[in-house]
Nanobody
C-alpha cells in the first residue's frame, strides 16, 4: 500500500521551532515532487511549500518564506519541513503530499495529488 506518514508536530511557543518529517512507504519519493499543505482551524487548505524530485528547487508561500525550509533525503525516502520563528497563525494540521514530476508546484488541492498523508498537528501557543 502506498502511503505518506507525517510526524514531528506538537505544541510550541511563539518564536520556537519544529521539524516535520514525511516518510513514504510502498513507493519511491524521488519520482515525485513533494509538497506541504496545511489547514488552520475553520479554514481551507493552504499550500505551504514544495520541492522538486531532485531537491534542487524549493518553493514557499509568502506567509512562510524566510522561516520555513523544505528538504528531502531520497536515500531515506523522506522529506522534511524545518519551521523556525513559528507564529500562532502557523497553527494547523500539516499534510505532506506527492504528485508527478513537472506538474504545478503551488497546489493546495488534494485531488491533484497522487498521495496525501493523514497529517500532523502543529499548535503554536503560549
Amino acid at each position: 500500500e502506498e502511503q505518506l506518514v507525517e510526524s514531528g508536530g506538537g505544541l510550541v511557543q511563539p518564536g520556537g521551532s519544529l521539524r516535520l518529517s514525511c516518510g513514504a512507504s510502498g513507493f519511491t519519493l524521488r519520482n515525485y515532487q513533494i509538497s506541504w499543505v496545511r489547514q488552520a482551524p475553520g479554514k481551507g487548505l493552504e499550500w505551504v511549500s514544495s520541492i522538486s524530485g531532485g531537491g534542487d528547487r524549493q518553493y514557499y508561500g509568502d506567509s512562510v518564506k524566510g522561516r520555513f525550509t523544505i528538504s528531502r533525503d531520497n536515500a531515506k525516502n523522506t522529506m522534511y519541513l524545518q519551521m523556525n520563528s513559528l507564529k500562532p497563525e502557523d497553527t494547523g494540521m500539516y499534510y505532506c503530499a506527492a504528485k508527478g514530476l513537472g506538474t504545478c508546484f503551488r497546489d493546495r488541492r488534494e485531488a491533484n495529488y497522487e498521495s496525501w498523508g493523514h497529517g500532523t498537528q502543529v499548535t503554536v501557543s503560549s
